[in-house]
Nanobody, 115 residues
């Protein structure tokens, strides 16, 4: 059974940094793709970044150059290093992992960026 556990969210001032972590400590799946989504107040959930098992990455335009996604396949974990944070990055961030046709979600972690 997959259980994605996120950590690393919090409150930070604009220009600051945070690092999000997501670990699946239960399953033995080798996820095809892992990533991070976010949902800001009053907005739909959007993809922030994802990464394949081979290391190919994809970022939404608004975070390019500021965020870096990485993963550790041996640990079934994915990370999001967020630098130069802006108030518009405030959202609940969700970890996502895909194995074949199945998509799994973490519980979400709040990121708040103050101006």
């Amino acid at each position: 059974q997959v259980q994605l556990v996120e950590s690393g969210g919090g409150l930070v001032q604009a220009g600051g940094s945070l690092r999000l972590s997501c670990v699946d400590s239960r399953s033995i799946f080798s996820f095809n793709r892992m990533g991070w989504y976010r949902r800001a107040p009053g907005k739909q959930r959007e993809l922030v970044a994802d990464i394949t098992s081979g290391g190919s990455t994809n970022y939404t335009d608004s975070v390019k150059g500021r965020f870096t996604i990485s993963r550790d396949n041996a640990k079934n974990s994915v990370y999001l290093q967020m630098n130069s944070l802006k108030p518009e990055d405030t959202a609940v961030y969700y970890c996502n992992a895909v194995f074949r046709s199945f998509s799994y979600w973490g519980q979400g972690t709040q990121v708040t960026v103050s101006s």
